[in-house]
């Protein structure tokens, strides 16, 4: 069983960085790709970005390409999410979660291990 442990959220003004971090235990890292979600009050959880198992690709959702990125160190078990230029539409709970399959999908459905999520909030 997967554990996903994430931090690094917190309150930030338009323009500012952030990075996430997802801490994992109970597998081997290297066997599961990696992506994060987040879900804004009132919203459905969304797709942000995802990185295979060996870190050779990812994807980014169009609202975040060219300002956030995604990263995974297999030998410290931890995932990362370097935010840039953040705006206030940004703002929400961010998880991360692993799926050991081969697919890069990017809907919630196809992870079975999620961590409890980190508040990120932007202020304009």
């Known amino acids: 069983q997967v554990q996903l442990v994430e931090s690094g959220g917190g309150l930030v003004q338009a323009g500012d960085s952030l990075t996430l971090s997802c801490a994992a235990s109970?597998?081997?890292?290297?066997?599961?790709?990696m992506a994060w979600f987040r879900q804004a009050p009132g919203k459905e959880r969304e797709f942000v970005a995802l990185?295979?198992?060996?870190?050779?690709?990812?994807v980014y959702a169009n609202s975040v390409k060219a300002r956030f990125a995604i990263s995974k160190d297999n030998a410290k078990n931890t995932g990362y999410l370097q935010m840039n230029s953040l705006k206030p539409e940004d703002t929400g709970v961010y998880y991360c979660?692993?799926?050991?399959?081969?697919?890069?999908?990017?809907?919630?459905?196809?992870?079975?291990?999620w961590g409890q999520g980190t508040q990120v909030t932007v202020s304009s």
């Open positions: 979660a692993t799926s050991s399959s081969y697919s890069d999908s990017t809907y919630t459905g196809q992870y079975p291990y």
């Open positions: 109970g597998g081997t890292f290297s066997n599961y790709r």
């Open positions: 990185i295979t198992r060996s870190a050779e690709r990812t």
